[in-house]
């Protein structure tokens, strides 16, 4: 079955996604992690607020987006710093697991049944993990923090559910605003507030803000309802290699052989959930 006009265009939102990797990653030669993320997001707010005017400013959807900005806040704030320590392409795999512990946080929260399946999902997801992070139990920093990431952001896919059928765009305002405060406050207090004074940390937070948040959130919101959410999902999936071709492209990123085989298995790993889903 081919693919339809939707379809390719998430496609397109997913290598958007997967180029913000290499660009955070030059970005923090110039910025601190989360001053980065406080001007990313605070970009992004107003961008929402200047394109969709009053729709986004809904109050019921307040309280929802204070607890999806949290959760936000911990799964880019784990990802950037991680990204200190780690390679752009480790930072893109390791990234994705969510996939793969978001039936777990689904049982947790919403009681949801957990199949045979998710086990060996997960099972071949940590044997990537462990390849792909130097195979050794003395675990890279950065590595564990992107764990972290992708734990923060399996919660956030499970309250998104939870919260039910809320005006998403509102809900996605308002979680990009409070993710923001978080950033900005936590920036404030713990890193040396600067303003980028050369090119290139701008081009970083305006890709991010500009493509990667309000445009492919808002060809997201569009276009993901013409398609199932299974295929949306598998999709998706395929940011990490996104994330590793544009490492590799612009800045000479290479995985060692090891860390190869552990991509392939956490790959292995999405796909063997997605592909289980109904």
Known sequence: MGMKRAELILLGITAIWGFTFPAMKVSLAYLPPILFLAYRFGIASLLMLLVFRGRVLKRESVKEGFVLGITLFFGHGFQIVGLKYTTASNSAFITS????????????????????????????????LY??????LNFN??????????????????????????DYLSLAFWQIFWNFLFSLGFALAFE???????????LGILYTSLFAT?????????????????????????????????????????????????????????????????
């Open 214 to 278: 309000v445009l492919a959130f808002t060809l997201q919101v569009r276009y993901q309802r013409e398609t199932k959410a299974h295929r949306a999902a598998l999709i998706y999936s395929a940011e990490p290699i996104f994330g590793h071709i544009s490492s590799l492209i612009t800045i000479g990123e290479v995985l060692s052989l090891k860390g190869y085989a552990g991509a392939l298995l956490i790959l292995t790993a999405i796909w063997n959930e997605l592909t289980s889903s109904p």
């Open 131 to 136: 390849l792909i992070s130097g195979a050794s």
């Open 141 to 166: 920093y950065g590595d564990l923090l992107t764990v972290l990431c992708a734990l923060s952001f399996a919660f956030q896919i499970v309250l998104v559910q939870r919260f039910g059928e809320r």
């Open 192 to 202: 040396k507030f600067t303003v980028p004074g050369k090119a290139m940390p701008w």
């Open 97 to 128: 697991l969510y996939v793969v512990f978001t039936p777990f946080i689904a049982y947790f929260l919403l009681h949801d049944r957990l199949k045979p399946k998710d086990a060996v999902s997960l099972g071949i997801a940590l044997t990537g």
